[in-house]
T-cell receptor
Framework: DAGITQSPRHKVTETGTPVTLRCHQT?????MYWYRQDPGHGLRLIHY???????DKGEVSDGYSVSRSKTEDFLLTLESATSSQTSVYFC?????????????FGPGTRLTVL | AQKITQTQPGMFVQEKEAVTLDCTYD???????LFWYKQPSSGEMIFLIY??????QNATEGRYSLNFQKARKSANLVISASQLGDSAMYFC????????????FGSGTRLQVQP
């Protein structure tokens, strides 16, 4: 158990509203990631963080922003939600060990934008 | 750019038999990691097995083994003695060993184990 929680776990919102998803970890991992999962695709990287206040874009970052003001929290914000952002969002941490840098995932947040 | 290809959208296997899930990858990096994750119907992503690009031996974790053929750029997952609880989506992924260390995922294979 990598100690990752996500909140909320489910959310329904309307087009045009802002939405913030939270990822919280308890083990002081430096690297954190946000992915989205859509039918027919594996997970795709939205944004990642390599330290407090250090973030960068992934492949599908349009329409999303992130912030990391504390090691344990990584926030994903949809500034103005659209129906195309209906998806399952996974947060992950990267943990160094015998498997190199293995990523462990939170339980996911199911977001529906109406 | 890295790419992962899983060509089997769905697979069936009889309980207690072995099954191989295919994964091919493409990268120009000499150093990388290959992973398999399981996603049951409950939705969580469960790490199964890891293979480093410089590892000489194929990785094994219990009933899971990774058939790593570097020259062919393949990293197939073998599940021995399938169990009903193995029914799930399985994702192959590759990690960059530099920079952001993010994962690139394949589109997944849905495995159904039949009694």
């Amino acid at each position: 158990d990598a100690g990752i929680t996500q909140s909320p776990r489910h959310k329904v919102t309307e087009t045009g509203t802002p939405v913030t998803l939270r990822c919280h970890q308890t083990e002081n991992h430096r690297y954190m990631y946000w992915y989205r999962q859509d039918p027919g695709h594996g997970l795709r990287l939205i944004h990642y963080s390599y330290g407090v206040k250090d973030t960068d874009k992934g492949e599908v970052s349009d329409g999303y922003s992130v912030s990391r003001s504390k090691t344990e929290d990584f926030l994903l914000t949809l500034e103005s939600a659209t129906s195309s952002q209906t998806s399952v969002y996974f947060c992950a941490i990267s943990e160094s060990g015998s498997y190199g840098d293995t990523q462990y995932f939170g339980p996911g947040t199911r977001l529906t934008v109406l | 750019a890295q790419k992962i290809t899983q060509t089997q959208p769905g697979m069936f296997v009889q309980e207690k038999e072995a099954v191989t899930l295919d994964c091919t990858y493409d990268t120009s990096d000499p150093s990388y990691g290959l992973f398999w994750y399981k996603q049951p119907s409950s939705g969580e992503m469960i790490f199964l097995i890891y293979q480093g690009s410089y590892d000489q031996q194929n990785a094994t974790e219990g009933r899971y083994s990774l058939n790593f053929q570097k020259a062919r750029k393949s990293a197939n997952l073998v599940i021995s003695a399938s169990q009903l609880g193995d029914s799930a989506m399985y994702f192959c992924a590759m990690r960059e060993d530099t920079g952001r260390r993010a994962l690139t995922f394949g589109s997944g294979t849905r495995l159904q184990v039949q009694p």
